[in-house]
Each structure stands twice: as structure tokens, then as C-alpha cells.
């Protein structure tokens, strides 16, 4: 069985949800490591810490800022994304195509 250490969590927000954070300090508390990637409008770090929860904030341009920017930071995840959701369309429509 394999263990999760290590959780990324993704958001558009530039002021992180408390939720996020709340859930994170929990993750934290339970030993696992966290990344939450955020959203920076330039006025930001582009790479913090807080309470032991590793922020990172990159700088991007444009575009849909829910994936575009995280193709920079994580070759393939775009690409990743897309087949994933494709995927569940179709199994989607298969179940209720019938």
C-alpha cells in the first residue's frame, strides 16, 4: 500500500481561502507535506512558508489561469488534465447514453 507524504493543492486565489489553509494545517498536523500553489497578482512572493505549508505564487500571463501557468511549473500536467477529463466525459456519456 503506498502512503501519501506529500499533497499539492491548487488555487486561482491570490488571498488563499481560510478552508484551504485549515485543511493544509490539519494535513500539516498529520505529518504530510504540503504545497498549495496560488494565484499572484505580482504584489505577492512568489514562494513563502507559513506554518510549516510551503506557498508558491509563479507569475503568469494571460490565458486560463487555472492551467496554462501550471504547464510552466509542471511540464505535461495540461496535457494530463485534458486526457483525465476527456476520459470521464466519455465514460459519462457512455453510462448515459444508455
Same mark, same amino acid.
Given at each position: 500500500?503506498?502512503?501519501?507524504?506529500?499533497?499539492?493543492?491548487?488555487?486561482?486565489?491570490?488571498?488563499?481561502?481560510?478552508? /484551504?489553509?485549515?485543511?493544509?494545517?490539519? #494535513?500539516?498536523?498529520?505529518?504530510?507535506? $504540503?504545497?498549495? $500553489?496560488? %494565484?499572484?497578482? %505580482?504584489?505577492?512572493?512568489?514562494?513563502? $512558508?507559513?506554518?510549516? /505549508?510551503?506557498?508558491?505564487?509563479?507569475?503568469?500571463? %494571460? %490565458?486560463?489561469?487555472? #492551467?496554462?501557468?501550471?504547464?510552466?511549473?509542471?511540464?505535461?500536467?495540461?496535457?494530463?488534465?485534458?486526457?483525465?477529463?476527456?476520459?470521464?466525459?466519455?465514460?459519462?456519456?457512455?453510462?448515459?447514453?444508455?
Amino acid at each position: 500500500m503506498r502512503i501519501i507524504r506529500r499533497i499539492v493543492m491548487l488555487t486561482p486565489d491570490i488571498q488563499i481561502d481560510r478552508r /484551504i489553509l485549515l485543511e493544509a494545517k490539519s #494535513l500539516t498536523a498529520d505529518g504530510k507535506e $504540503i504545497i498549495i $500553489i496560488a %494565484g499572484n497578482d %505580482g504584489k505577492m512572493p512568489e514562494y513563502e $512558508i507559513s506554518d510549516g /505549508i510551503k506557498i508558491r505564487r509563479p507569475l503568469y500571463n %494571460g %490565458g486560463d489561469s487555472r #492551467l496554462l501557468w501550471m504547464s510552466r511549473i509542471y511540464r505535461g500536467f495540461c496535457v494530463l488534465v485534458e486526457r483525465v477529463y476527456a476520459a470521464l466525459v466519455a465514460r459519462f456519456s457512455e453510462r448515459t447514453d444508455k
